[in-house]
């Protein structure tokens, strides 16, 4: 079945530095209500586009510096098992992490410093959206698109097309739904958390997920 053409997209990352800096607990709660949500998006996903995966403990920037510069185990594990898949939305996004943060303080009644660490830097990224050279026409080249593109197309598709425009659905899965008119497929791409898989899984469960609806090609 032939429909509306879907061009698959490419990305990359231009980094900014804000120059606002935190030395302690407090100070990274109060620049988290105050910086650009662009930077609230870099520092919880760069981790999923950069080699940070196969190095850092944790999977975002926040929870790394608390662990490695503060030292405060208990709040980096915290922030390490922060939901963005559930979350969807970049201001919900700065009142959970603030939620995380300013509980914690009050709990422990003081606020932790990086004494003898580095501050932590705020930084946000203008991505470069460019397209890949693949075009959809049907199932068929959804599935060999999956298989063939890009780690930079992963991520743009997955997460900066969705979380980063605060959908719940990225525009690949909404021509699934709307233009193949496949609903099946759609609901089940849509149920695949990027969050949880390295690029590479990522993949693999995608291709999964098509094969499991009869997208073989």
Same mark, same amino acid.
């Given at each position: ?16 530095? =804000? ?8 100070? $990274?709660?109060?620049? /988290? ?45 915290? =922030? &390490?098992? $922060?939901?963005?898949?559930?979350? +969807? ?15 914690? /303080? ?8 990086? $004494? =003898? ?12 959206? =460019? ?5 959809? @026409? ?32 990225? &525009?690949?899965?909404?021509?699934? $739904? ?24 990522? @993949?693999?469960?995608?291709? @999964? ?6 997208? +073989? &090609?």
């Amino acid at each position: 079945m032939s429909c509306k053409p879907y061009e698959i997209m490419t990305c990359t990352e231009i980094r900014e530095i =804000l120059h606002r800096r935190a030395s302690g607990e407090q100070e $990274l709660l109060d620049a /988290i209500l105050e910086v650009d949500v662009a930077s609230l998006y870099y520092h919880t996903h760069s981790y999923y586009l950069q080699e940070k995966y196969y190095h850092d403990r944790y999977p975002n920037d926040f929870a790394t510096w608390v662990a490695d510069q503060v030292r405060d185990r208990v709040l980096s594990e915290r =922030l &390490s098992v $922060l939901d963005l898949f559930t979350i +969807k939305n970049l201001e919900s996004l700065r009142w959970e992490l603030c939620y995380i943060i300013e509980s914690h /303080i009050d709990a422990i009644g003081y606020s932790p410093r990086a $004494l =003898l660490g580095d501050p932590f830097e705020f930084v946000r990224s203008h991505d470069v959206v =460019l397209p890949s050279g693949l075009v959809l @026409r049907n199932a068929s080249d959804l599935r060999k698109a999956i298989e063939t593109m890009s780690v930079d197309s992963l991520y743009y598709h997955f997460f900066k097309d969705v979380f980063g425009r605060g959908l719940h659905l990225g &525009s690949l899965v909404q021509w699934v $739904l709307e233009d193949l008119r496949d609903e099946r497929t759609g609901k089940l791409l849509a149920d695949v958390n990027p969050y949880k898989l390295h690029s590479d899984r990522l @993949r693999s469960e995608l291709l @999964r997920t098509l094969d499991s609806v009869g997208g +073989k &090609s």
